[in-house]
């Protein structure tokens, strides 16, 4: 093989080896302590219905609505709430990086939103709401593959 060839396969494999171990990290369910799985479900299922509410006030213009439910969002953070000092140990030795800086985008991504709604900016509401759900669709399939199986990662 000529030297040209093999720094192109080695290319090759190394990009390969990235974009698998982009797509399908590890599970973080299996290894979360009982509190946090509970505390992590709760979050979860609050965030779900905050944003079905915000849905339904970016199309009818509810921009107060907007505000309030992204702001409940924000403080639901789940690392800056609820979690004692063990908890946060325990999540922080369990999730791997690329997890909680999603969290954060995430969390962050909900104050502009609150902003947009004070700011009645509809276009700015919409994009920052498609944003945030695709951070939902790479969380979960990039940590979460294992309950939700059919979620393919984001191109
Ligand atoms: C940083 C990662 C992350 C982001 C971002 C994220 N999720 Fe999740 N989500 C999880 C994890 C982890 C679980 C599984 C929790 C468990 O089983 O303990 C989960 C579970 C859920 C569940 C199931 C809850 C239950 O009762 O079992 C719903 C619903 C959900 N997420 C909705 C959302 C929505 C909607 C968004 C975006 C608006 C979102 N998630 C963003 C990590 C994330």
Same mark, same amino acid.
């Given at each position: ?25 590890? &599970? ?15 979050? =979860? ?5 905050? =944003? ?39 999540? =922080? ?38 944003? =945030? ?20 990662? &984001?191109?």
């Amino acid at each position: 093989m000529t030297k040209t060839s093999g720094s192109l396969l080695s290319i090759l494999i190394l990009s390969l080896t990235v974009s698998f171990a982009a797509a399908a990290a590890e &599970p973080v369910t299996p290894k979360l302590t009982e509190k946090l799985d509970r505390l992590l479900r709760e979050e =979860m299922r609050s965030i779900q219905s905050a =944003m079905g509410q915000i849905h339904s006030a970016i199309v009818m213009g509810q921009h107060g609505i907007v505000a309030n439910h992204a702001e409940q969002i924000h403080d639901s953070f789940i690392l800056q709430q609820k979690l004692t000092e063990q908890d946060r140990e325990d999540l =922080m030795s369990t999730v791997p990086k690329g997890f909680i800086d999603l969290d954060k985008e995430f969390h962050q991504l909900s104050a502009s939103l609150a902003e947009a709604g004070r700011g009645k900016n509809t276009n700015e509401q919409l994009r920052l709401f498609t944003e =945030m759900t695709g951070n939902c669709v790479q969380c979960h399939s990039t940590y979460v593959s294992d309950r939700f199986p059919g979620v393919s990662a &984001p191109e």
